[in-house]
């Protein structure tokens, strides 16, 4: 007997295998990653892989948290495990949009201007405190978060592959800042907290770090290259329609929540589905469950939504109303709606 196999049915298998070993690889690197950065941010496992499904995701993200508990440390943590370059920004109330983008410089010698990029080139930027600078400030991020690009005298310069913006802001402290709008908190991917560690964990920070910071001894366990990488493998990760319908319903049902005031951007409905996308890759599946949009919903809708003053008033928070609204919606494959 001749068993004929076709060249497209040999290809399709080859493609499969492919695809098989791409997503091993970056299940591997996402965990080489994410436990590197534990080895400095202790006890934040679960943050630290937010932010880096956000790396892979080519999001940005507003870290919004108390002084002291590692921000900076953990967006430097990230940078040095990847091998990228890390700059910092303080934003403070005199700060200028050419500080943040880079300023034309006349050289006598050739008798031209000479562009000096400023510190939103590179691959990993830290916008400490973001909310202490003006808007004319805040807004020089826009286009670079946006396009992945700076545009200065006229002259378009593409920011370094892989991008990211780490933004930090303290909530308590509300004297001499100025409030992201709407317009520029909707490009952030995710909003995060970090939160304080557990006692057990507080001790162990003290024996770590007591003498010595871990994070001098951290070395690179990827390249910008890999992650450019788990970007394209990231694209490629099915998504069924049941499962996008399930993106647009939770979306659209927090714009008819009668207790929301404003309700998540269509923005929303594509970050939630790229970082989904990223998280089935990362736990090694080539499609998208609805558990993955569960639990990406909070981090991704939380800032982008205001709940009326009544609601507030009856103690509503803004977690309370998606929940509400992920126990409101039919969850694909199954017959009836599942409370969160």
């Not at 499904?53 to 430097?76: F, M, N, R």
Request: cysteine-free.
């Amino acid at each position: 007997m001749v068993v004929i196999v076709s060249t497209s049915a040999k290809g399709l298998a080859l493609t499969q295998t492919a695809n098989s070993e791409s997503i091993d690889r970056f299940g591997d690197l996402f965990q080489k990653i994410t436990s590197n950065v534990e080895t400095v941010i202790q006890g934040k496992r679960d943050v630290i892989e937010m932010m880096v499904l956000a790396l892979v995701s080519e999001g940005h993200v507003l870290v919004e948290d108390v002084p002291g508990v590692g921000k900076t440390q953990l967006a430097k943590s990230i940078a040095r495990s990847i091998h990228g370059i890390f700059h910092r920004i303080q934003f403070t109330p005199d700060l200028l949009p050419s500080d943040v983008t880079g300023i034309s410089v006349w050289d006598r010698d050739r008798r031209q201007f000479e562009f000096k990029p400023g510190p939103i080139f590179a691959n990993i930027v830290v916008g400490d405190e973001i909310n202490r600078a003006s808007p004319k400030t805040q807004s020089a991020l826009l286009e670079a978060m946006e396009e992945k690009q700076v545009t200065s005298d006229g002259v378009t310069r593409q920011v370094p592959l892989p991008f990211m913006v780490i933004a930090t802001q303290n909530p308590l402290e509300h004297e001499g800042t100025y409030p992201l709008p709407e317009a520029q908190l909707d490009r952030f991917m995710m909003r995060v907290v970090i939160g304080y560690p557990s006692r057990e964990k507080e001790l162990e920070i003290l024996d770590t770090h007591g003498v010595r910071s871990t994070f001098l001894d951290l070395e690179p366990v990827a390249t910008t290259e890999d992650i450019q990488r788990m970007i394209d493998i990231a694209r490629r990760i099915s998504v069924s329609q049941s499962v996008r319908n399930y993106i647009v319903d939770l979306v659209e049902g927090t714009r008819l929540h009668p207790d929301v005031m404003l309700g998540a951007s269509p923005r929303s409905a594509l970050f939630l589905q790229r970082l989904a996308r990223a998280r089935a890759a990362s736990n090694g599946r080539d499609y998208v469950m609805p558990d993955d949009i569960k639990a990406l919903a909070n981090p991704v809708l939380e800032h982008r939504m205001a709940t009326r003053p009544e609601a507030q008033m009856r103690g509503l928070s803004v977690t309370n109303l998606i929940n509400d609204v992920l126990s409101s919606i039919r969850v694909p494959g199954t017959t009836s709606r599942i409370a969160t």
